[in-house]
Antibody, heavy 119, light 107 residues
Framework: QLQLQESGPGLVKPSETLSLTCTVSGGSVRSSGYYWGWIRQPPGKGLEWTGSIYYSGSTYYNPSLKSRVTISVDTSKNQFSLKLNSVTAADTAVYYC???????????WGQGTLVTVSS | EIVMTQSPATLSVSPGEGATLSCRASQSVSSNLAWYQQKPGQAPRLLIYGASTRATGIPARFSGSGSGTEFTLTISSLQSEDFAVYYCQQYNNWPRTFGQGTKLEIK
């Protein structure tokens, strides 16, 4: 059974960089046809796709965040990561990692991790 | 960016009854639409993709329909575990976008 687990600091200071890692188990990030994405959800609000990556390194980013976001993949560790720089309170959210079928819909999700931006 | 609008924001229904949730796209997304269910404190769960195909393990009481700009998620004979928030998501255009959600609550 495929499982995804987010990890990283739960508190980030304004203007600093948010860094999260998603570890995939029960499957491989090198699976053909599957991208790996990050989706965030501010407290009490809806879902926002931030970006996705293929094991080859091909990426898609949400234009609303494109200048601040970087997603990378480490196939040797079966992980992919999110970096969001120059964060503000508006970046406070639960961040989910998920498997994305052919850059389309998300069929497996991690449990999510709350990241709070505060001094 | 394609804006997904869900209605109603909240739907109150009694267990055993049926529910119909709507999702409208600001421009055509063909059949490239998914539905998710999210319970408090949990990650979303994929219910429907391709507008009408149930994901693995999803009960037959969940059905999706529509194409273009108008979509519907129908839940027949609501069970207690179905009360949750439901989101639609389009994957026809970049960026991928979600609706704001419909909360299905017990009447």
């Amino acid at each position: 059974q495929l499982q995804l687990q987010e990890s990283g600091p739960g508190l980030v200071k304004p203007s600093e960089t948010l860094s999260l890692t998603c570890t995939v188990s029960g499957g491989s990030v090198r699976s053909s046809g599957y991208y790996w994405g990050w989706i965030r959800q501010p407290p009490g609000k809806g879902l926002e796709w931030t970006g996705s990556i293929y094991y080859s390194g091909s990426t898609y980013y949400n234009p609303s965040l494109k200048s601040r976001v970087t997603i990378s993949v480490d196939t040797s560790k079966n992980q992919f990561s999110l970096k969001l720089n120059s964060v503000t309170a508006a970046d406070t959210a639960v961040y989910y990692c998920a498997r994305q079928f052919v850059v389309a819909y998300f069929d497996y999700w991690g449990q999510g991790t709350l990241v709070t931006v505060s001094s | 960016e394609i804006v997904m609008t869900q209605s109603p924001a909240t739907l109150s229904v009694s267990p055993g009854e049926g529910a119909t949730l709507s999702c409208r796209a600001s421009q055509s997304v063909s059949s490239n639409l998914a539905w998710y269910q999210q319970k408090p404190g949990q990650a979303p769960r994929l219910l429907i993709y391709g507008a009408s195909t149930r994901a693995t393990g999803i009960p037959a009481r969940f059905s999706g329909s529509g194409s273009g700009t108008e979509f519907t998620l129908t839940i027949s004979s609501l069970q207690s575990e179905d009360f949750a928030v439901y989101y639609c998501q389009q994957y026809n255009n970049w960026p991928r976008t979600f609706g704001q959600g419909t909360k299905l609550e017990i009447k």
